[in-house]
Nanobody
Framework: QVQLVESGGGFVQAGGSLRLSCTAS????????MGWFRQAPGQDREFVAA????????YYADSVKGRFTISKDNAKNTGYLQMNSLKPEDTAVYYCAAGLSGGAVRDQNAYHDWGQGTQVTVSS
């Protein structure tokens, strides 16, 4: 099991940037693919971005493509989500998740370990 802790959320004006971090413990993150998901009030949790175990490929939701960048630093056992050009509709609780191979990277069921989330609020 991987324990995940997110940080870096906060309040930002539209057009601003934030970088979320996801620090793992208990297992080596390099063995896991990592995903970021988000949940806005009253809505289902949705896929944001994912990265393969060794960073060989990244995947993004259409709504964030070109604005968000996912990365991993396996030496630090930490994943990141750089969020630029933020919009009010990006406001949500952001969760990082880890999973072994198998399943679709955009599918929440493909991830077995989750962080507790960090709030991102973007004002207009």
């Amino acid at each position: 099991q991987v324990q995940l802790v997110e940080s870096g959320g906060g309040f930002v004006q539209a057009g601003g940037s934030l970088r979320l971090s996801c620090t793992a413990s208990g297992r080596t993150l390099s063995n896991y693919r990592m995903g970021w998901f988000r949940q806005a009030p009253g809505q289902d949790r949705e896929f944001v971005a994912a990265i393969r175990q060794f960073g060989s490929a990244q995947y993004y939701a259409d709504s964030v493509k070109g604005r968000f960048t996912i990365s991993k630093d396996n030496a630090k056992n930490t994943g990141y989500l750089q969020m630029n050009s933020l919009k009010p509709e990006d406001t949500a609780v952001y969760y990082c998740a880890a999973g072994l191979s198998g399943g679709a990277v955009r599918d929440q069921n493909a991830y077995h370990d989750w962080g507790q989330g960090t709030q991102v609020t973007v004002s207009s």
